[in-house]
């Protein structure tokens, strides 16, 4: 049975309007269009912070471009408002976290070790900083498993101490709304997840389609 997250993040919006509280809230980002619409619907709610802990990105130009992206993107939409945290890139970090899987199909426990590598780093953060509330912005994307997310989420959050918050961004239109709001900022789009792994599937896939 599926559970409704996008329901029980309106069910968390709900209280904190009802209580008259503004919590802080640590949002691990993946890169500038999945940020857009998540802190668009967050931003009401939340005294945001961006943390783009992505080890998984390569090269090293790729993840520099989605952070100059995201950047561009705060500073356009929420001026000095949103602070981001970009810790130091280390993509032996990723390759030593998914190492056996490199073979495993995207969307697979490659993918699911992924997650909780930024996850548990976001938490970690978000405990040392005193955050009532952590999440990531990748359940935006059609490709991202939410329920996986949110078990890997709430049990890291519970063993550090901080709350995950519920989520299931590519509801209620939130893709379609990132893709528009990708458009209006003109934000760059990449066509590939992030690792090297996930760039040569996407490059199967356009000799599949240019072939076909
Ligand atoms: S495809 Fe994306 S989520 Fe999966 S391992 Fe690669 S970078 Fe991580």
Not at 27 to 55: G, I, K, R
Not at 134 to 161: D, F, M, Q, R
Request: proline fraction near 5%; hydrophobic fraction near 30%.
């Amino acid at each position: 049975m599926s559970i409704d997250l996008s329901g029980k993040c309106e069910a968390v919006f709900a209280a904190l309007s009802d209580e008259g509280v503004r919590p802080r809230l640590l949002l691990h980002s993946c890169c500038a269009p999945c940020s857009s619409y998540v802190t668009e619907y967050l931003d009401p709610y939340f005294d945001l912070t961006l943390f783009f802990f992505n080890p998984n990105i390569s090269p090293e130009e790729e993840f520099l471009k989605r952070y100059s992206e995201l950047i561009r993107f705060v500073d356009e939409r929420f001026g000095g408002k949103i602070a981001v945290i970009c810790p130091p890139w280390d993509p032996e970090e990723y390759l030593s976290a998914v190492s056996g899987l490199e073979d495993i199909p995207e969307g697979g426990e490659r993918c699911f070790r992924c997650y909780s590598l930024r996850l548990e780093a976001t938490a970690r953060a978000a405990a040392e900083g005193g955050f009532d509330y952590y999440c990531t912005t990748l359940s935006l994307s059609p490709y991202k498993n939410a329920e996986v997310l949110y078990e890997i989420g709430s049990h890291i959050g519970e063993k550090l101490g901080v709350r995950y918050l519920p989520s299931d961004f590519k509801k209620k239109d939130g893709y379609k709304r990132s893709v528009e709001l990708s458009r209006e900022y003109g934000l760059y789009r990449q066509d590939f997840c992030g690792c090297t792994f996930s760039e040569a599937e996407a490059k199967i896939r356009r000799e599949r389609k240019t072939s076909g």
